[in-house]
């Protein structure tokens, strides 16, 4: 019934308790997951889970703390790999300007060559956004990213602005942020757009929802973050997590 459409599987943390880790979220009804690469090591685990996990997809990219030493061998593997029926999504890829580990720069020439990719191979983005947001919905327009669309990964921006990303293709990812109870903008954003462009999404191990904040995040909390948000918008958990999975269907062609 639930789908998390943004979990890192594989992080060093669940190696070991990969079987419990997915076995405890599928009691608790999710059903699906979406494994996110970050950088090469972890876009590679994210597509062997993937192979060997018939519940679980890959998405493979390169975040923007993570381009540096990357070289034109990775964007020809990356091309090559997210053509696997298993890999859904580029991604994560974007800007990130709250950690200085890279240029603007940088980051800039290699969220330009995800776009490239996936566009080539018709399969939509994973957008990873920290203090950038004008920046990043510029860069989606300019690329006409549109073309296969994608999904704010986390969306921290207003609700002024998610519109304007939907209007561009994407859809717009909540996750354990909106349970917080000092979070007014994430909850403004999924009370005041159409539920047709929302995605649920742990993030885990990061970013866990109330009352677990501060602690490891895993998938089995989708529940909670998808409660918060039908509690948002005054409707049933049951069918707005149903038009979740619709909605990751629809994008992702699951």
């Not at 929802?209 to 998808?226: F, W």
Request: with cysteine.
């Amino acid at each position: 019934m639930y789908i998390d459409t943004h979990v890192h599987l594989n992080d060093e943390r669940f190696k070991d308790r990969l079987e419990e880790i997915i076995s405890e979220a599928e009691e608790a009804g999710v059903s699906r997951f979406i494994c996110v690469g970050y950088n090469l090591q972890t876009s590679q685990e994210a597509l062997k889970i993937a192979s060997e996990k018939p519940q679980v997809y890959a998405s493979l990219g390169f975040h923007p703390t993570e381009i540096k030493g990357l070289q034109e061998k990775d964007y020809l593997w990356l091309e090559e790999m997210a053509q696997n029926e298993k890999v859904l999504a580029i991604g994560e890829c974007g800007f990130d300007f709250h950690w200085e580990t890279t240029t603007k720069e940088e980051q800039y020439e290699a969220f330009v060559r995800q776009i490239a990719i996936a566009k080539k191979i018709k399969k939509p983005l994973i957008i990873h956004c920290r203090d950038a947001m004008q920046l990043t919905l510029e860069v989606l327009i300019s690329q006409n990213a549109r073309e296969v669309g994608g999904v704010m990964h986390s969306y921290s921006g207003s609700k002024e602005m998610a519109p304007l990303f939907i209007k561009e293709n994407f859809m717009i990812g909540i996750g354990g942020p909106v349970t917080f109870l000092n979070a007014k903008a994430p909850k403004e954003v999924v009370a005041s757009i159409d539920e047709n462009y929302l995605l649920s999404e742990t993030d885990a191990p990061y970013l866990a929802p109330h009352p677990y904040r501060g602690k490891e995040n895993r998938p089995v909390y989708i529940p909670l973050i998808v409660a918060k948000m039908a509690e948002l918008r005054g409707t049933d958990q049951t069918i707005l997590a149903k038009t979740i999975m619709n909605n990751a269907r629809k994008l992702f062609k699951i």
